[in-house]
């Protein structure tokens, strides 16, 4: 198999991933590196790859790095698309951290070039892909920047989250969400969106979502009071489909059109503001090593594929 590292700049000076990599080439394994100096670099780094004959990637960065490759990847042709291993080099990692990939370079490596690739799904809004969670409203805010003792407080249970989005989300975005089979008017302080399940250094927004299953899991919390905080953290921890606030369904593809403010949605870690979004889900798309235990996988949840 041949192979190439794709590594995000920032942690091009990681002693214990330099170490990992002349480790790996003294037991035989011929990886080459390409290192990014900036945002677009590693989307052209997978194109040449694909060019060089290159039969799987390795990633080394964050979220916003994956989320680079990836978009790379649904480039090409879907019978071409190298494999993707991950090493996890960002802040908070929430794909591989979810995906239980290793977060030593060494094991991450190790894994990324022996492991067994899996078919996974990507995510699309409008014409951008994610493979991790698209979060808007509340979702959005919360990032690896969030202050570590509000991070501390998100950290203790759905009370303090619902508490923090009721503080936090104070204009709610207000328009019309359609799925399969449904639609709403909501005002919602969180639409989130996932293929995984964290978001936001380990807020965990869409819980029983899978990579596999050729669908989204959405969840959305709609405008609520102080006084209604009780219920929603009942209505979060239940995550039934028709909450008074709180509603959570898989559906193959949703869409959201904003009435008033655009919103914001923090996608695979990179904030963008969209006034609409259609948003689908490519089944399948990518093949991508993940430990056998990968809990985000059909096979290791017990859910049925439902295809
Ligand atoms: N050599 C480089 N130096 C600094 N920034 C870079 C370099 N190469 C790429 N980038 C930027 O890195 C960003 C992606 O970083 P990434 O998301 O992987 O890390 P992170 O933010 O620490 O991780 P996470 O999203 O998991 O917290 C892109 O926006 C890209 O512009």
Partial sequence: MTLRLLLNGKSSGNEELRAAIFEARDAGHDLDVRVS?????IEQFVIDAHRDGIQRIIVGGGDGTINEAATGLMALPAAERPEMGIIPMGTANDFATGCGVPLTPDEALMLAIRGQSVDVDVGQINDKVFLNMASGGFGAKITTSTPPLLKKMLGGGAYSLVGAIRFWSFEPYAGRLEWDGGARDIRAMVLAIGNGRQAGGSQELTPRASIDDGLLDVM???????????????EMEA?????????YFKTPWVS???????LPINLDGEFHEFEALECSVNKAALRIVLP???????????????S
């Fill in 220 to 234: 959305v919390v709609d405008a609520f009071g102080y006084r209604n905080i009780p219920a929603v953290v009942r």
């Fill in 292 to 306: 056998e235990t990968c809990r985000l996988l059909t096979s290791n949840t017990g859910q049925e594929d439902p």
């Fill in 239 to 247: 995550l039934g489909p028709h909450g008074r606030f709180v509603h």
């Fill in 256 to 262: 959201f059109k904003t009435t008033a403010n655009p």
């Fill in 37 to 41: 100096w900036e945002g677009g670099d």
